[in-house]
């Protein structure tokens, strides 16, 4: 046979290709090289594979020498940059990444352990956080928006035992005269009431209750402490001037002496004081598992004339609004420090806190939380990028030769690097969702284990997965040029 027509025409070629290789050479003779999937370089028999690739270069030459030389004169079309859509080489990086993941499970979890701790320490700082701040809204401060109380003394920050022994021999209790004294002095305060507390034992019929909160109050106390009645009444005004022996107790004390029973004019001992019921008031709850309800409110003058007036007394105080909160602050200050006979050189010798003191005090704990967390996972994403960095660098030398027949057949240097970020992408996005469903078990143990509240925002589960795509995607970009830049004829002299 002559050896210049031994060699098969396109056309003769092309019938005698099975339908893949059909598929294959169309695409070639339309100009449109896509990268071939690794699934399909599989089943391809290695001569099959030289043949189609040294048919590729014949056509090439040739449609090289029928092509016209370009004029000047030719009108040039520039292309339209192409918008991204999600081709078959991007779902092939997707469902190579996946492969990964499910036949190297030892490899995988070391691999994403990095982004998993960073991921799931993240989610859960911000969960507890979140949640404690629902929790202190709600739960800590009794005071409403517009309240505050003045105590003896009141400790915030950093525990400092020197300043508090100088701040108790400085500060004297408070009295009853000063009480007097704010209330017909002060203008802009719209309720002012006092009080004072002890633990005690209270018992009823054989049945007692131990360290019980006895408290001492004006009337309008339960109304400025938001501590609403259930069942019964309040104490009346007339009641705390004529030293009665009345009592309001706390849902604890009904549910331990009167289940079942209404509780309203039963006589209870108060440290062996008889008093009678009149109300009960609503259910509190807990705060970190101290129940707010063990409590047993009497008349202040009753409360005196049992335990004394020295020591113990506070007063709760509110604004006439929130706007004015500051000012009725600094109204009671300047009313304290007058009848005390402070020098404007001298502190205060008493304490005002209010509501935004505890939250301001939380915010500085939360922010300081929140710094600690934002060290650990910076190093946990650092660690697990590298990782995902190395593990990704291996695959490119393990698929060198993929690479290279890749390249022969079209695919551009953008083809294989983006191939390559999508599956570091992928990579650190799996280890990003696993963190968050740990993260979100962690949530609900530690909510029903513990008293400690924990709500999981949606907002971070969209950062922590998203965190841990943009990490995979930083860390991909050095294997990925790498990659792209692999000359196809040196790799495919690559071993398999």
């Known amino acids: 046979m002559d050896p210049t027509t031994s060699r098969a025409s396109p056309t003769s070629y092309h019938f005698g290709l099975r339908d893949l290789d059909r598929k294959i050479m169309r695409r070639i003779f339309t100009d449109r090289l896509p990268s071939l999937t690794s699934v399909q370089w599989r089943h391809m028999a290695g001569n099959r594979r030289r043949e189609l690739f040294g048919f590729c270069q014949i056509e090439r030459s040739q449609k090289e020498q029928t092509t016209p030389a370009l004029r000047l004169s030719d009108k040039v079309q520039v292309a339209k940059t192409p918008r991204f859509r999600p081709t078959a080489s991007f779902w092939e990086a997707n469902r190579i990444a996946l492969d990964s993941l499910r036949k190297n499970k030892l490899r995988t979890f070391l691999t994403l352990l990095g982004i998993i701790l960073a991921t799931s320490t993240l989610i859960s700082v911000t969960a507890f956080i979140h949640g404690m ?62 009080s004072a ?79 009678e019921v009149v109300g009960v008031a609503k259910a509190l709850g807990s705060v970190f598992g101290q129940s707010q309800d063990n409590f047993v409110m009497i008349p202040i003058e009753s409360y005196f004339k049992t335990y004394g007036s020295h020591q113990g007394i506070e007063l709760v105080a509110k604004a006439l609004d929130q706007e004015h909160l500051m000012e009725s602050e600094d109204e009671v200050r300047m009313l304290l420090r007058a009848y005390r006979h402070l020098r404007p050189n001298q502190d205060d010798n008493f ?26 996972v910076s190093v946990f994403m650092l660690v697990g990028g590298i990782v995902i960095m190395n593990i990704m660098l291996a695959a490119v030398t393990e698929r060198t030769h993929e690479i290279g027949i890749r390249k022969s057949l079209g695919a551009t240097r953008r083809d294989i690097r983006n191939q390559f970020l999508v599956e570091a992408s992928v990579l650190a996005a799996s280890g990003g969702l696993i963190g968050v469903v740990i993260a979100w078990l962690l949530a609900i143990l530690v909510r029903n284990a513990t008293p400690l509240p924990m709500a999981l925002p949606w907002s971070s589960v969209f950062i922590g997965v998203g965190l841990s795509s943009v990490v995979g995607l930083f860390f991909g970009i050095y294997p990925a040029r790498r990659a792209a830049k692999l000359d196809p004829i040196e790799a495919l002299r690559v071993e398999r």
């Open 133 to 194: 701040n629902l929790y202190i809204a709600e739960k800590v401060s009794d005071m409403g928006a517009d309240g505050f109380r003045i105590v003896r003394m009141a400790w915030f920050g950093p525990w400092d035992p020197k300043k508090f022994y100088e701040m108790m021999k400085r500060n004297p209790e408070i009295k009853r005269d000063e009480y007097e004294f704010v209330k017909h002095q002060a203008a802009l305060v719209k309720d002012l009431g006092m």
């Open 197 to 275: 507390d002890r633990r005690g034992q209270v018992s009823y019929k054989g049945t007692s209750a131990a360290r019980v909160g006895i408290q001492g109050i004006t009337e309008n106390i339960p109304a400025i402490s938001n501590v609403s009645i259930d069942e019964g009444r309040g104490i009346a005004a007339e009641e705390v001037r004529r030293h009665a022996t009345v009592a309001f107790i706390g849902n604890d004390l009904r549910n331990r002496f009167f289940e079942g029973v209404n509780p309203i004019g039963k006589t209870i001992q108060i440290e062996g004081n008889p008093y």
């Open 351 to 376: 304490s005002i806190f209010a509501s935004e003191t505890f939250v301001s005090l939380w915010n500085r704990l939360t922010a300081a939380i929140a710094g600690m967390a934002v060290g650990i």
